[in-house]
């Protein structure tokens, strides 16, 4: 229950910032709670063969009321963006999903890699424990260990996002995931090559996986300041979602056709993504296209008769065009 409190920081930090600094606080802000995810695993597990399973709760229970104090002191009061009732706003983010194609985009970008991700680390503990490596349980935790670099790159995608736009950057994502799946296809082989292939294939998933979300959260946080915490709701539901499916489809291709089976996945899932979101902007550039002619085509008969009243609408509808 107390676990949404990091996709509540994204609105809120959302509202702190200008526009054009989105990208790099929400990179900043994922980069934190990556670190968290990671070190905790690498402490508590030392605490616990250390001073016994309970030790983790307690330093767990002390951090979150710190932080919950100096929230209340540092962060400032803001009022509720909306008066209706909270059976409404639950059922906002069902309508939100209706009337927003760029929030339908970025959950359905996220919900396929984020499966994918989900895939990989579902099937990675039978591949590292089973007949290839015989490994212990041990191992899956330094792999993930290892994707601690992801921690520096999320704020540079953040960048990326304010500098080229979150499209740019979630194709780039995608390619990225793409190739991780190669990769991580070695890892199947054994041995030290097998292992290198683990580490870059993971490490390049998750760069991927991560730098997309930070795009992804930027185009429906830019969607509509009023409503970015339903926004937001609709977002991580889908993105959950998508990585309950991809686990559940992940231990069911590695039962059927072990690891291979696992990247086969991976990259049919990042394929349907890269090709939804090529053709996406096929059709937004078709519009912009269309727009400009039709901008030119007003400004012509503008310029030859004077601001008619043909012009005078052709101009108010493309104002009302989004």
């Not at 009061?77 to 999903?97: G, I, N, V």
């Not at 012009?311 to 065009?321: D, N």
């Amino acid at each position: 229950m107390t676990t949404v409190v990091a996709p509540l920081a994204g609105p809120l930090a959302a509202r702190l910032v200008p526009k054009e600094r989105l990208g790099v606080t929400g990179g900043t802000l994922l980069s934190g709670s990556l670190a968290g995810m990671l070190l905790s695993r690498t402490v508590g597990g030392a605490l616990g063969d250390r001073l016994g399973w309970r030790a983790p709760y307690v330093l767990a229970a002390v951090l979150s009321l710190a932080v919950a104090a100096l929230s209340a002191r540092l962060l400032p009061r803001t009022p509720p963006p909306s008066a209706q009732r909270y059976p409404a706003l639950l059922a906002e983010p069902l309508r939100l999903l209706r009337t927003e194609p760029g929030l339908r985009r970025s959950c359905l970008y996220q919900a396929l890699v984020f499966a994918g991700f989900s895939a990989v680390w579902t099937g990675v503990a039978p591949l590292l424990t089973g007949p290839a490596y015989g490994m212990g349980a041990g191992a899956v935790g330094l792999l993930a260990l290892v994707n601690a670099v992801t921690m520096v790159c999320t704020p540079v995608a953040g960048r990326q996002v304010d500098r080229r736009g979150p499209d740019a950057v979630n194709r780039v994502c995608f390619l990225v995931v793409g190739a991780s799946a190669a990769v991580l296809a070695l890892g199947g082989l054994g041995g030290a090559v097998g292992v290198a292939a683990l580490v870059v294939g993971t490490l390049l998933l998750d760069v991927g996986m991560q730098s997309g979300m930070v795009a992804n959260q930027v185009r429906i946080q830019a969607l509509r300041a009023e409503v970015r915490s339903r926004l937001t709701t609709a977002y991580m539901t889908c993105a959950y979602l998508g990585g309950a499916v991809g686990s559940w489809l992940g231990m069911r291709a590695y039962g059927r056709f072990e690891w291979p089976g696992v990247c086969v996945l991976v990259a049919a899932l990042t394929a349907v993504a890269l090709t939804h979101h090529m053709s996406a902007t096929r059709r937004r550039s078709a519009t912009r296209r269309t727009a400009g002619r039709f901008r030119r085509s007003a400004a012509s008969a503008t310029g030859a008769s004077g601001p008619t009243m043909t012009a005078r609408a052709a101009v108010t509808s493309r104002e009302e065009t989004p």
